[in-house]
Structure formats: C-alpha cells, structure tokens
C-alpha cells in the first residue's frame, strides 16, 4: 500500500494529539505550533490530491475490517481539494485572529484556545474524509462542542448567551441527525455510505420503504440545515458571529457551517445514490428555502446598523446559494454549490478578519457610524475589506463574480424554466441588494469628511441612553446596575480618537494581518480567474465521489 | 396503522419520547428544563437504537459456553452505536451546564427570555 494512502488517517490523529499537547504548551508555543501544524497537514492534503488526481479515488480501510463491517476513510479529488480548503481557510483565520487574543481571552486560556482549534481541524477532516455516517455524527458532534468552544473562549455575556442559543439549536440539529441516521439504519442495515447506497438502489422501487427513506432524509436534512444555518433557522447567526473573537468568527462562518453541507452533500450523492435523491421532492423545497435565505438574509443585511452583523446576515444569504445549487441538481448544479462553499468561505473569512480592524480604528465600534472613514485610518484593513466586499458583490476577476456565473449556467441549462426564470431573478435582486448594502459600507469606510467632533460628541449621548433605560429594570437586581456603569466608562475611554489613531498607524502594517489576508485575496482572484479549470476539478472529484 | 404502532410499541414510545424532548428544547423558557428535554430526545433516539437491534430470546453478543452461532445473539452494532451516543449526550451536558453556570453567575436568573433582556441593556465593547 502507498504511504500517501494513510495521509488522511495522519491528519485526523495529528490534530487529536495536537489538541492534547497544546494544553501542555506556553502560549506562544501553542500559538506557533498551531501555524506550522496546519501548514504540515496542507502539505498532507495536497499531497493527497496531487494523488488522486493522478490515479484516482482510494479508500483507506481502518484496522483492515473489509467493507460491510469496517470503517473507512475515502479520499478522491474532490475531499482532498475541501480538506485543503478547510485548512487554508482555518491557517489564515488563526493567524489573522491572533492579534485580538490577547483582549478577547484571558492570559492563561490561549493555549487552550489552541487546542480547540486542532479538535475543531480534527473533526473538519474527519467530516471531510470519511465514508461511514456514524463516525460523521461523531466528529459532527465534536465539530459543534469545539466551535462552541472557540465560541464562548471570549468571556463577556453577550457571547455566552449567543454561545447558549447556538448549542440550544445545534442540540435539536444532532438529534434530528441522529434520528434520521437511526432510521438509515433500520432500513438499509449499513453505516457505510457506499454499501448504504447499494441497499437504498435496491429498494428504491417499494413505496413503503421511499416512506420511511424520505421521512429520515427529512430529519437528516432538517437537523444538519439547522447547523449550516439555512432560511428559516438563520437567526442564530448575527449574534454568534457578531459576538465571538474575529478568529472564530471567520472559522465558523466560513468553515463549520459549510462542513455540514459538506457532509449533506456526502450523505446526498454517496449514502442515498444522488439518482434516488432527484426524484424526491425535498430537492425542490431546499432550493426554495435557499431562495428565501438569499432574499431574506439580504434584506436583514440591509437593516443592520453593525458591520460584523451585516456580514453575519449575508453569510445567510451566502449559505442560501449553495442550497439553491443542490436544490437545481446535476453535476452542474452541485458543481456550482461546492464552488460556492470554496468562493464564500474565502470571502467571508476575509470580510469577518478585516471588519474589526476597521472598528479598532474607529474606537472599538463596529456600528456604522463610528465606522466614517476608518478604512483611511487603517489602509491595509480598508483595502482589504473593499477588495473583499467587491468578491461578494460579484465584480468580475473574483470568486463571488465567477460562481454567480457559475449558477446563472446550471439555472439556464437544468431543463426547467421555472428555476431558471426563479434563480436569475434571485440572482440579480441579491446582487442589487449585496451591491446596496455592501457599496454602502464602502463609501462610508472611504469618507474622508469624517468629523471627529461629532463623533465625539454622538457617543455619550448613545451610551448615556443604556444605563438609564436599565435603571429602572435593574434595580431589582442588585448585581446589573454596576456592570453598564463599569461597561460604559470603558467604552468612553478610547473616543479621544487621537491616541488609539496612532498606536493603529503603526500596527496597521502588522505582519499577522496582511499574510493571511493577502494569501485570502491572491485565493479570491485564483479562483475567480481560473474558474472553469476549478469547477473541472469538481467535476473529476464528482464523478468519482 | 394503529395495529403496527402496537406491535412496534417500543419504537412508537421512542418516537414520543424525542418529541417531547424536542418541543422541551424548542419550547421551554427555563435552562434547565431544556438541558432535561435535551436529555429526554436523546434518550428516545437511543431507545429507538437499542430497540432495533434487539431481537426478541437472544442474548448480548459475549461468546459464553463456546456458543458461535449468529443465531444465538443480537445485532450489537446498535449497542455500540447507543454507547457512544451516550458519551456524546454526556460530554454536551456537561458542556450546557457549565455554560448554564456561567450565565447564572452573570445575569442570576435561568429563564433564557430575561436573560436576553438583560444583556441588551448592557453596553458590552464593540
């Protein structure tokens, strides 16, 4: 056996006793360990994918139990090529979140934040790499307690209630899930997606069992679009985004919502046989769900008067396109939806890495109007966030441009002129609205008629408000009226903007940031250049998936 | 219909159980009872698991008596899988709790509604 055939055990296990040993490790140790870590395991990957790409598809039986007993890993182009994703993406957001560690997260726990984050690589691979339904409700669950985890590491209120409403609703999506692979089970007597699939082609025919079939991939589906945050379960987001540290919020959207999907798709095309899957009408309610998302998360985009939240709520509309590619169907179809998962997860981790910079130079607010010509205080950040916003919109030469186009091609050529007519008109409403809202955020970042004297004078009148609407409230409660007071004298600290302005001149040329935002952006423009060659890749991968 | 929910009474129980546990989750205002209604769905999936693999005068799979027919044992797959869902549900227990604790130390009530309240009134940074 080749030695490449055990590379995709290598970078599950190596994450796992990474996780271990960085609770043993200095802070800084932890912190370089994890960079050279992941670059290794990239290194891994792509070896794997070079591989494959040579010689085909491989399966990697564990503990050498055959087949219908075992476990197995399988790696093809296609899981190899996510597994890199899921590794650039996840390199870049902890080294673009390192700067915010030393506020967010007490002295003591950066370690253990670390070592999170190789549980968290861990369960990615895993999901990325595995062929067996079980051992991906495993890692699922452990991919939902880690990224809590790198949730909750920021210790203030707001994040542990996000952090409790984002476990509450993941809780009820693993029971689903595991309802739904219950039920899997019962049927077809296999765990294993490809013998699992053999069972389900032979008594695809009975309509008894299409019931019980179409009842659990029900669960299924419902229990893992709850995790990845599709149309009407995307209220989560704002919050859990918008409250934890910049490097986990980049992780989680970009990375763990997109890895249930990864692992949807997995159960779609492997688990049920993707021919049994068309005929079956949930194929149509997921992309009127992923239309609404796109519509809706927009508009809510719209309304927000928080950057981090607005991006948080164009992530719903982003998760909403790559539902709409599954639910147009066909290789193409599904082409399009994995090419928006790679598209979106290297904006988002952009955008979500970028916007605090943005608020750090405008006294540590991410609302709006604090936000007036912050991207001429902090260039590379504005620079950055620009180019990034400019993805999203869909300007040609970047990835968002080439995967709307992607979609616009399967819409046209799926053979039904209702979801044609359906995801062009969606595609231009969300790309007005992206434009609207994101352009927005643009001309204000870039204002140079930015008034400091009104901002000063804007802010306490904002923070005067809070404490004296509580008052009343509060005063049953003999803890809450100190923590506004304490909360708000600190927020007043830093708007005589003229010392924060210059400790950023000088940081706003940190390494830490411009390395893995330029190595975002140089991915962005790859893939919007070379799109076709990408998408044939997926084709290759999808045809031996 | 009703014929088949009383031969399979076990599965029809496990059924009740998860959704019963499922509205608790969805619907209960109080922290603690959703970690119980938490705790019930997922005891109804695994008596749902366990019930499967169960079949009716066979023994657990431990090779006794040099007994090694197939016939005289039950499918122990679902056995393992019930195993390790419960570490699962344990480890996220214990994870909620804990995050239960840290809120109650912060905002002194369990109720999830007051609590979102609260916390918009503080002024938190950015």
């Known amino acids: ?93 902890c080294i673009g979140g390192w700067h915010f560690l030393d506020e967010d997260i007490d002295e003591s726990k950066h370690n253990l934040y670390f070592s999170l984050i190789h549980l968290l690589t861990a369960a990615l691979m895993a999901l990325a790499w595995t062929n067996d339904i079980f051992t991906g409700y495993v890692f699922l669950e452990i991919l939902t307690l880690t990224s809590c985890g790198i949730l909750i590491v920021r210790e ?60 659990s991939l029900t669960f299924l589906t419902i229990g893992l679009s709850i995790k990845s945050g599709l149309f009407p379960f995307h209220f989560w987001m704002p919050d859990t985004y ?8 980049s992780i989680l959207s970009s990375l763990v919502s997109k890895a249930y999907i990864f692992l949807l798709f997995k159960i779609f095309y492997r688990g049920i046989g993707i021919e049994v899957f068309e005929r079956m009408p949930l194929r149509n309610i997921l992309f009127v769900l992923g239309l609404c998302g796109i519509f809706f998360g927009s508009v809510s985009a719209i309304r927000e008067n928080n950057l981090d939240r607005m991006v948080a709520f164009s992530s719903a509309a982003q998760i909403g396109y790559i539902y709409v590619g599954i639910g147009i169907g066909g290789s193409a179809g599904y082409t399009a939806a994995i090419f928006h998962i790679m598209a979106h997860g290297l904006t988002k981790s952009l955008l979500f890495l970028s916007a605090p910079r943005l608020a750090e130079a405008s006294g540590n607010s991410l609302l709006f109007k604090n936000l007036t010509g912050s991207g001429l205080r902090n260039k590379s950040a504005g620079f950055f ?51 609207l809202y994101f352009i927005r955020t643009d001309i204000r970042i870039y204002n140079s008629s930015f008034d400091r004297q009104a901002l000063g004078e804007k802010e306490p009148g904002e923070n005067g408000q809070a404490p004296g609407a509580l008052s009343p409230a509060g005063s049953e409660n003999p803890a809450i009226p100190e923590a506004p007071a304490a909360d708000s004298s600190e927020e007043m600290a830093p708007l005589p903007l003229s010392k924060a302005d210059k400790g950023q001149k000088g940081r706003s040329a940190a390494p830490d940031y411009i390395v893995p935002a330029t190595i975002l952006i140089l991915l962005n423009i790859f893939l919007g250049l070379y799109s076709q060659g990408i998408a044939d890749l997926i084709n290759i991968g999808l045809k031996g998936f | 219909m009703m014929e088949t929910l009383f031969i399979n009474y076990e599965e029809a129980v496990a059924i009740i159980l998860f959704g019963i546990g499922f509205t608790m989750v969805l619907f209960q205002k109080n922290l603690i009872k959703k970690i119980i209604g938490m705790n019930i769905m997922d005891t109804g999936t695994f008596l749902f698991l366990a019930s499967t693999g169960y079949i009716r005068g ?47 130390k912060r905002y002194h009530t369990l109720i999830l509604d007051d609590i979102y309240l609260l916390s918009r009134h503080q002024a938190e940074d950015r």
């Open chain 1, 242 to 249: 918008g409250w934890s540290t910049p490097g986990s919020a």
């Open chain 1, 385 to 435: 966030f620009l180019m990034a916003s400019f993805s999203m919109i869909g300007i040609p030469g970047l990835a968002g441009f080439s995967s709307k186009l992607l979609f616009a091609y399967t819409a046209l050529y799926s053979g039904s002129n209702l979801k044609w007519l359906l995801t062009m008109l969606m595609l231009s409403i969300s790309s007005l609205l992206n434009t």
């Open chain 1, 1 to 93: 056996m080749n030695v490449i055939h055990n590379f995709p055990l290598f970078t599950v296990l190596l994450s796992l006793f990474s996780g271990v040993l960085c609770t043993r490790l200095s802070n800084k140790a932890a912190k370089y360990y994890t960079a050279v870590l992941q670059v290794l395991l990239m290194a891994l990957s792509a070896s794997v994918f070079f591989y494959t790409l040579q010689t085909g598809p491989f399966t990697y039986v564990l503990g050498e139990f055959p087949a219908p007993w075992g476990n197995e890993l399988r790696a093809g182009v296609l899981e190899s090529m996510m597994a890199l994703f899921f590794l650039l993406v996840l390199f870049c957001s």
């Open chain 1, 156 to 215: 203030i209120g707001r994040t542990t209630l996000a952090a409790v409403r984002y476990m509450i609703l993941n809780l009820l999506g693993s029971g689903l899930f595991l309802l739904g692979v219950s039920f899997l089970y019962d049927i077809t007597g296999h765990l294993l997606l490809v013998p699992m699939g053999d069972t389900i082609g032979q008594i695809s025919g009975d309509p008894h069992e299409m019931m019980v079939l179409t009842l």
């Open chain 2, 58 to 104: 066979r023994k657990a799979p431990i090779i006794i008596d040099g007994i090694q027919k197939t016939e005289a044992y039950i499918n122990p797959v679902p056995s393992g899988l019930v195993l390790t869902g419960i570490v699962v549900s344990v480890s996220v227990t214990a994870l909620m709790l804990s995050l239960t604790i840290r809120l109650y």
